[in-house]
C-alpha cells in the first residue's frame, strides 16, 4: 500500500468515527430534547404544581380583567384556569406515563 493511499485509509476511518460520534451524540440530543418538551407540556406543569398554577391563573386574571372594559373576562379567566387545575390535581382517571400505569377508581 503507497503512502497516498494509507492517508485516504486513514481519513475514511476517522470520517466514519466522526460519523458515529455524531449520529450517538444526535440521539442524546433528541432524547434530551424528548424530555424537555415532555417536562414542559402545560398540562404536567398543573398536575405538577396545582398551586403554582392556580396563581398563576389569578394574576393572569387579575391583568386581563383590569386592562378591559369588560369586567367579566378576568374573573372567567381566572375560573377556567382555575378549575382545570383542579381538575387534573384531583382526577383519578388521568394516564401515568411515567411508570406506564393508567390510575382507575379503586
Known amino acids: 500500500m503507497t503512502a497516498q493511499e ?9 470520517l466514519n468515527g466522526a460519523r458515529r460520534d455524531l449520529r450517538d451524540t444526535m440521539t442524546a440530543v433528541n432524547a434530551k430534547v424528548e424530555h424537555a418538551e415532555d417536562e414542559l407540556r402545560p398540562d404536567r406543569l398543573v ?13 393572569l386574571g ?8 369588560n369586567r367579566i373576562a378576568g374573573p372567567a379567566i381566572f ?10 390535581g384531583l382526577s383519578k382517571d388521568w394516564s401515568r406515563e411515567d411508570d406506564g400505569e393508567t390510575l382507575t377508581d379503586h
Not at 6 to 14: A, G, K, L, W, Y
Not at 47 to 59: D, I, K, Q, T
Not at 79 to 88: C, K, M, P, Q, V
Open 6 to 14: 494509507e492517508q485516504i485509509s486513514r481519513i475514511e476511518n476517522e
Open 79 to 88: 375560573l377556567a384556569l382555575l378549575g382545570y387545575a383542579i381538575s387534573r
Open 47 to 59: 398536575e405538577r404544581y396545582p398551586v403554582g398554577a392556580a396563581c398563576l391563573a389569578g394574576a
Open 62 to 69: 387579575f391583568l386581563v380583567g383590569s386592562n378591559t372594559n
